[in-house]
């Protein structure tokens, strides 16, 4: 499924297409987390893959490192990054990728940090792995970059040790260490779920103006709704390994198009919601890789489902200003 | 209605009937379980398996190479050497349980009431268990045959008191473990007590741990005992173990290789498989911890 | 850093003074009487004033805290102590010998790193079945085969066989490094057996803990080569769990050490102690456990000392 943005190809620096994840699994079939998922990202403007855990988003940002566990593999898709699709490539091909031109911040700042080396070695080997430049040099672009991310003092703190700082902090150095080859596209998984909250949107904020200062593209992928809508210029909303709809994150946000993205912003609790209304909790659960129902897979748990939905795989529709996976949607009449 | 309080028994892991089948599951655990099976009967059971007695001698055949007639060769008067160390074995094995009962039971004494009496007292006995196990376990039991002399009972009695500090460690954060665990506390809350009812439930989950404990234990015994039989303060002649084998086999060896190197390589198999036994019998019984 | 050393120095000294008394406690405690050994053994026909006169010159007529107090005092001046049963003080024995031993005992662990630490990242670095269970398997059979076997196995093919190497005896280093070394190497290389397997028993796990970490993903999202990430990131943080169990690593060597030397004909302490068993000479035995015992204090203190420098966390409070 494409973004819905108008196709101005030379600001594409990611391209994925159909890209399939298959994991084996002892003594049984092998699954298939992500079934065929498709998007863009553009330099300088923000993505959000929302979704519950188990929707594969996860896996997708892995995929595109190419850093899956070992009984997983990109079964099928592209991954399309300046010209080379990455699912093809060579592994010393990938590492040079890896860092240099996609670099991820994952969502544990405590334990995604060597305790034993100090924070600026930890910067310095991811520049000295991609650019050829001396020791003092890549010392003082770590130091930069520190500074960049909002560490105060950081000529001073570039030779601590990661157990010297706190929660926060060690986030900053992560994405300082992500930031500091000057990557294309910078991949966010989770990155604030660790943090609290005014934290979280400290870190956010940073996060914005240095993508912004930068021209990356970012994918930042979250189960947080709120997140996205506050961060991300577009959102795909991910279900059972497919992006069930795509848009603008204003557009899916206020006038969701799938029932899914629906319910999802039904069961948020805002402050300015009527106490008494219970909290619509969408029932059932997601289903599992190797348990699809049949035809649409949000159908056990639909509230506007029918019979075509149990049999026909749903075909992807524009609904407004989104695309939506959905022989229903919702607001267009076909109810 | 009666007010009969249900015994649900306790679901642990630890019957022995499941912990048996699980043991065979595993490769390993099979492996080494038949091997030791193997090498007790044989070796306890010497008089029966034994081709020929250990005092045969045959002047002919002195120091021969391994042959139909001698699986293992003969010594250096003609004995047949897969008798010796079969005979060798039945003093070793019987040593090594025994000095591994006396190191249980001891280490239990002490590990158990260490745990029971969490004061000072209980600091100390652990202390004291620390200090003796820093000292190396030939060393130490050089030191103890020095006091207490070379006799078989000595020398179950050193190799006993040598593996006690360990075993009481065990024994002391295994029953811990028990006492901090749920149904204990439970069990306490709704008012049982008496020493007697609370022994019934903790202990058997207390010691299947030290169950698998004794098989490394029996390991390491029968690898000091052979070790101190070696360098002549151990089993002395004309008692054979495997260690003075080795010995004989040591003495001899430029007349023979195999007389050195069939015993060492029995104990090599015979500790191995203790080992990996041990091992097995650990992760069997608590997945959790090895 | 120097608080954390200086803190570890304190203590060690508190349990040295601890293991000292406790060596001496369980000297005394030994049955049987040392002067009838001095004797050579009868003492039918000495009467009591010869036998006085020996537990006189030995000390033993001063009450036991007394003889503690003479014996430590003697030792802080380098005084070990009268043999009971040679002519030679305990001091002299002791230097005579030290110096088999400790080249032993160095060039024991050194083989044994050098076989472990690559064998272990190696492993690590390509994971392969049929790689990894040898190694696995070498380590099981290294820590369950006696020192012993070992050593008459390499005498039969390194030094009989194919003579490279001597069997026996022992070369001062003072007087010719390069024998000395010659023949040292074949019980170090025993010994080192016996090192390298313990160590890669602790090893091996540890890296493939370490290897399923956080920040290991991390430092392959970086772009680091496989090698790179197992070198720098991996063998470090692994490396932790094998250099805290070097003292029983230690301890098992000392042990090893008394066989080998034995099997070896070293002249080095490990033959000593074995002598002083066979003669019952209490004055050798109990210096030379005091000596064990303060080896492996020192071990692990020099333990600590490396992992204050390896790990950081260990010098500097985190912040939470």
Same mark, same amino acid.
């Given at each position: ?335 | ?84 160390? +079969?005979?060798? /074995?039945?003093?070793?094995?019987? !040593?090594?349980? %025994? $000095?591994?009962? &006396?190191?249980?039971?001891?280490? =239990? @004494? ?5 745990? +029971?009496?969490? /004061?000072?007292?209980?600091?100390? !006995?652990?202390? %004291? $268990?620390?200090? &003796?196990?820093?000292?190396?376990? =030939? @060393? ?8 207490? /002399? ?141 | ?320």
């Amino acid at each position: 499924m494409t973004a819905t943005l108008p196709e101005t190809a030379t600001d594409v620096v990611l391209r994925v297409r159909d890209l399939v994840v298959e994991i084996t699994m002892p003594r049984r079939e092998p699954i298939r987390p992500v079934r065929g998922v498709s998007f863009d990202v553009r330099s300088g403007r923000r993505l959000g893959i929302v979704g519950e855990s188990g929707s594969g988003k996860s896996l997708t940002a892995l995929s595109l490192m190419r850093l899956l566990p070992p009984r997983a593999r990109i079964a099928a898709g592209h991954v399309l990054l300046r010209g080379s699709d990455l699912a093809n490539v060579s592994e010393r091909e990938m590492a040079r990728v890896r860092g240099g031109q996609i670099s991820t911040v994952y969502q544990d700042p405590m334990s995604s940090l060597n305790p034993l080396m100090t924070v600026g070695r930890q910067i310095t080997e991811a520049i000295a792995a991609h650019e050829g430049v001396g020791r003092r040099e890549a010392r003082e672009r770590a130091i930069q970059v520190l500074g960049d991310v909002g560490l105060p003092q950081p000529e001073r703190r570039i030779d601590d040790h990661p157990h010297q700082f706190s929660g926060g902090m060690r986030q900053r150095v992560m994405i300082a260490m992500a930031i500091c080859t000057s990557p294309d596209v910078l991949i966010a998984d989770e990155p604030t779920t660790a943090l609290d909250v005014t934290t979280q949107a400290r870190i956010m904020e940073m996060l914005g103006r240095i993508v912004e200062e930068r021209r990356m593209g970012v994918i930042l992928i979250t189960h947080d709704l709120g997140l996205a809508s506050s961060f991300c210029d577009d959102i795909h909303v991910m279900y059972a390994g497919r992006i069930v709809e795509s848009g603008t994150g204003g557009a899916v946000l206020s006038t969701p198009a799938h029932p899914y993205s629906e319910a999802l912003l039904d069961s948020i609790c805002g402050l300015d919601r009527d106490v008494e209304r219970p909290i619509a909790a969408i029932s059932g659960q997601p289903p599992l890789p190797h348990q699809l129902p049949p035809g649409c897979p949000f159908h056990p748990r639909c509230a506007y489902a029918q019979e075509v939905c149990t049999v026909e795989p749903p075909p992807a529709v524009t609904v407004r200003e989104q695309v939506a996976e959905c022989h229903f949607p919702v607001g267009s009449g076909m109810a | 209605m009666s007010t009969v309080v249900p015994t649900v028994p306790i679901e642990s892991a630890t019957r022995t009937d499941s912990v048996v089948r699980r043991l065979l599951r595993r490769p390993s655990g099979a492996l080494s379980a038949a091997v030791v099976l193997l090498l007790v009967i044989a070796t306890v059971g010497a008089p029966l398996f034994a081709p020929y007695a250990p005092t045969t001698l045959d002047f002919a055949h002195l120091f021969a190479p391994p042959s139909r007639d001698h699986l293992f060769g003969t010594d250096e008067l003609g004995r047949d050497l897969l008798t010796r160390i +079969l005979y060798g /074995g039945r003093t070793s094995i019987t !040593l090594g349980f %025994a $000095a591994t009962a &006396l190191a249980m039971g001891l280490g =239990i @004494l002490w590990g158990f009431t260490a745990a +029971l009496r969490e /004061g000072w007292f209980g600091e100390i !006995l652990m202390r %004291a $268990a620390d200090t &003796l196990m820093a000292i190396p376990a =030939i @060393l130490l039991g050089l030191v103890l045959v020095a006091a207490f /002399g070379t006799s078989t009972l000595s020398m179950v009695v050193i190799l006993g008191i040598i593996f006690t500090p360990a075993t009481a460690r065990i024994a002391r954060s295994s029953l811990l473990a028990e006492l901090r665990s749920d149904y204990y506390l439970a069990a306490v809350s709704v008012g049982a007590s008496g020493r007697r009812i609370v022994a019934r439930e903790l202990l058997p989950n207390a010691l299947p741990v030290l169950v698998a404990r004794a098989s490394l234990v029996l390991a390491e015994v029968i690898f000091v005992e052979a070790s101190l039989s070696f360098i002549g303060l151990g089993i002395q002649p004309p008692d054979t173990s495997w260690g003075t084998l080795l010995q004989q086999g040591y003495t001899n060896l430029y007349s023979s290789y195999t007389y050195a190197l069939f015993p060492g390589f029995v104990i090599l198999v015979a500790v191995l498989a203790l080992n990996v036994l041990g091992d097995n019998l650990q992760k069997v019984l608590d997945p959790s911890q090895s | 850093m120097l608080r954390y050393v200086l803190r570890r120095l304190v203590t060690s000294f508190a349990l040295l003074i601890l293991g000292s008394m406790v060596v001496f406690l369980l000297m005394r405690v030994i049955p049987g009487d040392p002067t009838i050994t001095k004797l050579g053994g009868s003492i039918k026909e000495v009467d009591k004033a010869t036998l006085d006169g020996i537990r006189a010159e030995l000390g033993l007529d001063k009450s036991i805290p007394a003889q503690y107090v003479d014996w430590v005092s003697g030792i802080l001046h380098g005084d070990f102590g009268a043999s009971y049963f040679s002519q030679f003080s305990v001091t002299s024995l002791v230097e005579q010998r030290y110096g088999a031993t400790l080249l032993l005992a160095f060039m024991s662990m050194i083989i044994g790193i050098l076989i472990a630490v690559p064998a272990s990242v190696a492993g690590a670095i390509w994971p392969n079945r049929i790689l990894g269970g040898l190694l696995s398997g070498f380590a099981a059979v290294g820590i369950a085969i006696p020192t012993f076997v070992i050593g008459i196995g390499l005498i039969i093919v390194l030094g009989v066989e194919l003579e490279w190497l001597p069997t026996q005896g022992y070369v001062s280093f003072r007087a010719d490094p390069i024998e000395s070394v010659k023949s040292t190497l074949l019980p170090a290389i025993t010994l080192g057996i016996g090192v390298a397997a313990a160590t890669m028993r602790i090893l091996r796990p540890s890296l493939f803990d370490v290897g399923s970490s956080s920040f290991v993903r991390t430092a392959k999202g970086k772009g680091l080569l496989r090698r790179q990430v197992v070198v720098r990131h991996e063998l470090p943080n692994a490396s932790i769990p094998a250099i805290t169990a070097a003292g029983i690593i230690v301890a098992h060597l000392v042990g090893g050490a008394v066989i080998i030397e034995y099997v070896f004909a070293r002249p080095g302490l490990g033959s000593l102690l074995v002598d002083s068993v066979y003669q019952r000479d209490y004055g050798v035995l109990q210096a030379l456990v005091l000596l064990a015992v303060a080896v492996f204090i020192v071990t692990s203190l020099i333990v600590d000392v490396i992992l204050g420098f390896i790990d950081p966390r260990l010098r500097t409070k985190a912040v939470t």
